[in-house]
């Protein structure tokens, strides 16, 4: 009874004609049954976006040497943080245009654009001949990849009400695994000529650019992805009634669909608990960035550095076994977890607990063999599962917190902060990781520790950050 009770509603509900985001929306009415196909087409957008963000932390320790712009070997790091920050850099630089353009014109072009921008500057990455080759493609590809923040939006439109949640979740899930695979896939593939001499000469293509094995797979992939967004549903309303996003950011006032009033709505950045989620999210992020450059320097750098000497590959297999950990996690655990403890709980203990497993890295360093072997893969597992913990949970806080008209909005200003700290991220952690590895004999936090110590204090300032009265629920 109450199924067709919500059918006939859906049929007497006003929607506009040749308006695609009403047409998204009679859909859900209607819709019965867990959406796959949306989920499966969301989950494979967004790990287009994600897997060239890291794909090259386990090779860039040795693309930056090969460039010979380092005079030193304890500089290498430094350098190599220039490199790491400027996708960042060039996403806050945009993030907010993408978020009122997706508002103005549709989610659905700047998806386009922003998977196209992966297939074109992802590939010259992996052609870079110098570093200011590989710092302007980085650059150009984080200032035209702008679809993370219209994603979250579009993530909530494109199912029924009852799995937006699961949508959040599908976003931030897509987005940790691409954040893991593409380190592994950088590992793997990174100098095939040295790794597979019976495969790939060195006078071949990929012999003479060794670091573009990973960046062309990547590409490749996000051309398919492209090309199968064309058929990605619109969600914008686009018929007189609608709102406008730069409208929602500077004075908070919408139009209501259906009653062409203007209703007021609150102001975004007088929103405080999704500003103070964001301020809280883009802390996290800081650390979560500083953490998956370092850990990949850390880790191939040599063991007189505090390093552990391994290899891409070596690296790339513990996060190949971290992002399924991370997978299985996400699937059949998050969801209870956060259901027991609420988002907002979810982050505080989550973020609690990274506090003591940072600070163990160096301190896994000193050992050796098969016992050095299963710490740090099973520390990597267990980080990794933390920090996507913390970020989905805190998504969920944001989209809560904003009416749906304006999310698009929202989530630009999320991007662009949590894009100017991940920026600072890799270049202050590689930074501080030079510096340290030139201090091993120091009396206070010698060598590596200080760069975990550094971690752990950021860490520390984000959970104290999710007590009130700094982090405030919202109540949408």
């Known amino acids: 009874m109450a199924v067709e009770e919500q059918m006939k509603e859906a049929l007497l509900k006003k929607y506009y004609e040749n308006c695609p985001g009403c047409e998204v929306e009679r859909q859900n009415e209607l819709q019965r049954g867990l959406p796959v196909k949306r989920l499966i087409s969301m989950w494979i957008v967004v790990l287009s976006g994600a897997l060239p963000i890291s794909s090259m932390f386990p090779f860039l320790y040795f693309m930056v040497r090969d460039f010979h712009i380092a005079k030193r070997e304890e500089d290498i790091g430094y350098y190599a943080g220039y490199v790491g920050c400027s996708f960042m850099l060039g996403r806050a630089m945009t993030s907010v245009i993408w978020g009122v353009v997706a508002d103005r014109y549709g989610r659905k072009p700047v998806i386009i654009i922003g998977v196209a921008a992966v297939v074109i500057f992802n590939t010259m990455f992996g052609l870079s001949i110098n570093f200011w080759m590989a710092i302007t493609s980085r650059f150009l590809l984080g200032s035209l990849n702008g679809f993370l923040g219209?994603?979250?939006?579009?993530?909530t439109e494109v199912f029924p009400y009852?799995?937006?949640?699961?949508?959040?979740?599908?976003?931030?899930?897509a987005w940790g695994i691409g954040l893991i695979i593409g380190p592994a896939l950088g590992g793997f593939l990174a100098q095939p000529a040295e790794k597979y001499p019976s495969l790939f000469s060195e006078d071949s293509l990929f012999g003479r650019f060794p670091y573009l094995l990973p960046c062309l797979v990547i590409s490749v992939f996000s051309l398919v992805v492209m090309i199968a967004c064309f058929?990605?549903?619109e969600t914008l309303h686009m018929h007189n009634e609608q709102g406008d996003s730069y409208d929602n950011l500077e004075s908070g006032k919408n139009k209501t669909a259906g009653a062409g009033e203007k209703t007021p709505k609150k102001s975004l950045l007088r929103n405080w608990p999704l500003m103070s989620s964001v301020i809280v999210y883009c802390v996290f992020s800081l650390v979560d960035m500083a953490y998956s450059e370092v850990f990949s320097l850390w880790a191939v750098s040599p063991r007189k550095l505090g390093g552990l000497s391994y290899s891409t590959e070596d690296v790339g297999e513990i996060l190949s076994i971290t992002g399924v950990g991370?997978?299985?996690?996400?699937?059949?655990?998050?969801p209870y977890i956060d259901r027991l403890l609420g988002s907002m709980m979810v982050a505080r203990i989550f973020g609690a607990l990274s506090i003591p497993l940072l600070s163990s890295f160096p301190f896994i360093a000193m050992l050796s063999g098969i016992s050095l072997a299963v710490m740090v893969t099973s520390a990597s597992v267990l980080k990794n599962?933390?920090?996507l913990s913390i970020v989905t949970g805190l998504f969920l806080l944001q989209n809560r917190a904003v009416e749906q008209d304006q999310r698009g909005a929202a989530n630009g200003i999320a991007?662009?902060?949590m894009s100017l700290f991940k920026a600072v991220g890799p270049a202050v952690g590689g930074t501080i990781l030079s510096w340290a590895q030139k201090r091993q004999d120091a009396t206070f936090l010698p060598g590596v520790q200080l760069v975990f110590f550094s971690m752990c204090v950021i860490e520390f300032i984000g959970v104290l950050m999710t007590f009130k009265p700094f982090l405030v629920q919202g109540e949408n």
């Open 326 to 334: 991370l997978l299985l996690f996400q699937t059949f655990f998050y």
């Open 385 to 387: 599962i933390l920090s």
């Open 150 to 155: 219209p994603i979250k939006a579009y993530s």
């Open 162 to 173: 009852e799995y937006q949640a699961l949508g959040i979740s599908t976003v931030s899930t």
């Open 231 to 233: 058929w990605l549903p």
């Open 415 to 417: 991007m662009t902060g």
